[in-house]
Nanobody
Framework: QVQLVESGGGLVQAGGSLRLSCAASGRAFSSLAMGWFRQAPGKEREFVAAITWSGDNTHFADSVKGRFTSSRDNAKNTLYLQMDNLKLEDTAVYYC????????????????????WGQGTQVTVSS
C-alpha cells in the first residue's frame, strides 16, 4: 500500500505561484507513475498532470499547459506541482495519485488508472 500526503496549498492572488508537494510512503515510490487531479466545487474531478516513474516524461491538461510543471524526486519520495500564473479557475482541491500500471512508464489521464490517492490540498486563487 502507498500513502500519499499533499501539502503546499493555500490562498494566492491571480497571477501568483504555488508549489504543491506530495510525500509518499509505504512502498517503492520510484515504481509508480504519478498524477495530479483537481476538483472544484460542484464539478467533477479532472486531470491536471501526469509524470512517469523517472520524471523524464510529463503530460498536462490543456487548461494548465505552459503554466504548470511537474517533477519528482525519487530519492525523497516526493512529487511536485509547480503552478505559475494562477487563474481564478484554478481554484480547487488538488489531489496527487499513484498508479501501479505498466511499471510506472505510462502517462495516465483518467482517475480510474490510479490506485492510490492523497487526501487533497486546497488551492484558492483570488482576484
Amino acid at each position: 500500500q502507498v500513502q500519499l500526503v499533499e501539502s503546499g496549498g493555500g490562498l494566492v492572488q491571480a497571477g501568483g505561484s504555488l508549489r504543491l508537494s506530495c510525500a509518499a510512503s509505504g512502498r517503492a515510490f520510484s515504481s509508480l507513475a504519478m498524477g495530479w487531479f483537481r476538483q472544484a466545487p460542484g464539478k467533477e474531478r479532472e486531470f491536471v498532470a501526469a509524470i512517469t516513474w523517472s520524471g523524464d516524461n510529463t503530460h498536462f491538461a490543456d487548461s494548465v499547459k505552459g503554466r504548470f510543471t511537474s517533477s519528482r524526486d525519487n530519492a525523497k519520495n516526493t512529487l511536485y506541482l509547480q503552478m505559475d500564473n494562477l487563474k481564478l479557475e484554478d481554484t480547487a482541491v488538488y489531489y496527487c495519485a499513484g498508479s501501479d500500471l505498466d511499471y510506472g512508464i505510462g502517462l495516465y489521464t483518467s482517475a480510474w488508472q490510479y490506485q492510490h490517492w492523497g487526501q487533497g490540498t486546497q488551492v484558492t486563487v483570488s482576484s
